[in-house]
């Protein structure tokens, strides 16, 4: 009877665990968002959709080299930190910092490189011509500053240091808005290159900022920092293949568009593919930062497994469902509220790929785990399959039923993407996917697919009052069975209490922790 009451106590404080920390980087997403949406609108009234399509281009050269030049640390480091940060070894966790960092900077400079020696390679692939060879030897430095930045990240990510990892995206989000709408105001087009240099250098002084001060710098170029580090490059090695084949994916696709289409259609299609992303990821973003360091701590056990992995499924499909549907009802609103109207015609596009965050909030959870026990080869195949699979659906509905198209294929994808990896991983690592999970796909997806179909329905009457019945009805359902699984509103009525009968000194000057 012990055995249970405490598993039943586990089960709560580990969904409690995952909201608060969902709910932490999601707010702290939404945040971003907000400022965001200001910069988005004045940059896409700026620059228009010629302009935001130049912007995509040069955004995924930079990622393309930067992703086949970095040797996969960003995700490799956050294993080997987050294993020896749980074990207590601080004398083999500082050792594993200075070893990060030197191999940070070793990446850095190669793929600075590798950017200028491929600069006119990479114009003639993206725009047709060698126009944009001097922007892009001009941008290789934010490559550069991308490996520095990726390195520091893995050291906090892998050391919990969720607060200061909380706090950088706001910044960076301000600091973006702050530098890029005023150079895109007075120079247009021309400043792009000298726009994404600042971002990239606020991204990586931030790091550096808030890495430095809880592990300040010690850092030797002895030989043994170089031959310890293989063993973290060989299970890179994959990630950066992946990456490549990722970043290529996306590489292509847009070239793509742009050959067969225009600058405009390329714009088009990535600001709803982004935008879309963006708004689904205020839910991802806890993954990385949050899920991947614990699942890679108990990869050793597959009851533990199975179960993190079903919890964080079951509470990112609970508080994604309500937020799809809200902004998939929406959307003719908030596309001209956040751009500007001359990007209606991805609307579209846009409602239908809300469909694939679904399927994303199920998958990604699952994606993570050849990650978490190090299976580089694994992690490598599915993305693979995957990213063909996208390069080839996408282009072919592109040609055939332009945006919408792309957007379809963008679902299909998905669907294809969570199927593979669900048999896979039960084959390969034992895991099965819970009743509970098997159980809200059932009644959560129909809401979605059923709140698409109002998108086509013209009469505004029918359109507004079934949109929000479909939205109230899916918050009901998720704050239920999240408050099932949580003891969500006692938790709150709980804290408010506690605030509100604190003496009046403290409430006055703050908490008594100060």
Known sequence: ?????????????????????????????????????????????????????????????????????????????????????????????????????????????????????????????????????????????????????????????????????????????????????????????????????????????????????????????????????????????????????????????????????????????????????????????????????????????KFKQNVTINQQIEVSLLIISPMLVFFMIFLPILLPLLYSGKFLPVLGMMQVTVLAMYMRAIKLPIAYLPLAKGDSAMFLLMESIYDIVLVLLVCFMYCHYGLLGSGIAIVFTSIFDFFMLTITMYFKYGYTISKNVLCYMLYLLPIGVLAYSITFVDNKYVYWSFGTLFILFNCVVSLYVLHSKTHLWSSLTKRFIKNNTLPSDIRENGSSDK
């Open 1 to 301: 009877m012990e055995y249970i009451v405490k598993l039943k106590m586990e089960k709560t404080d580990n969904y409690t665990h995952i909201l608060k920390y969902t709910s932490l980087f999601g707010g702290v997403q939404g945040l971003s968002i907000l400022v965001g949406v200001v910069r988005n609108k004045l940059v896409a009234m700026i620059l228009g959709p010629d302009g935001i399509g130049i912007v995509s281009l040069f955004n995924s050269i930079i990622k393309l080299v930067s992703d086949s030049s970095n040797l996969g640390l960003s995700m490799s480091a956050v294993k080997k930190i987050s294993e020896i940060y749980d074990r207590g070894d601080t004398i083999k966790l500082n050792h594993s910092i200075s070893l990060i960092r030197v191999w940070g900077l070793l990446t850095a400079l190669i793929g600075m490189f590798l950017c200028i020696a491929l600069s006119s390679i990479l114009s003639k692939w993206a725009f047709g011509n060698d126009s944009h060879t001097l922007h892009l030897i001009l941008l290789s430095p934010i490559v550069a500053m991308l490996a520095i930045t990726g390195g520091e990240l893995a050291i906090l990510k892998g050391t919990r240091h969720l607060r200061q990892l909380a706090v950088m995206p706001i910044i960076n989000v301000i600091g973006a808005l702050i530098t890029s709408v005023p150079l895109y105001y007075y120079f247009g087009i021309s400043g792009i290159v000298p726009s994404l240099l600042f971002i990239g250098v606020i991204q990586m002084f931030l790091a550096i900022f808030y890495s430095y001060r809880i592990f300040p710098l010690d850092i030797s170029f002895e030989k043994s920092l170089y031959c310890d580090g293989f063993d973290m490059v060989r299970i890179g090695i994959a990630f950066v293949i992946a990456g490549i084949l990722n970043s290529g994916a996306d590489f292509i696709v847009r070239s793509y568009i742009n050959k067969i289409g225009t600058l405009e259609s390329v714009g088009l299609f990535n600001s709803g593919f982004m935008m879309t992303m963006t708004y689904a990821g205020m839910v991802f973003s806890a993954m990385e930062t949050d899920y991947f360091p614990r699942l890679s701590a108990i990869s050793n056990d």
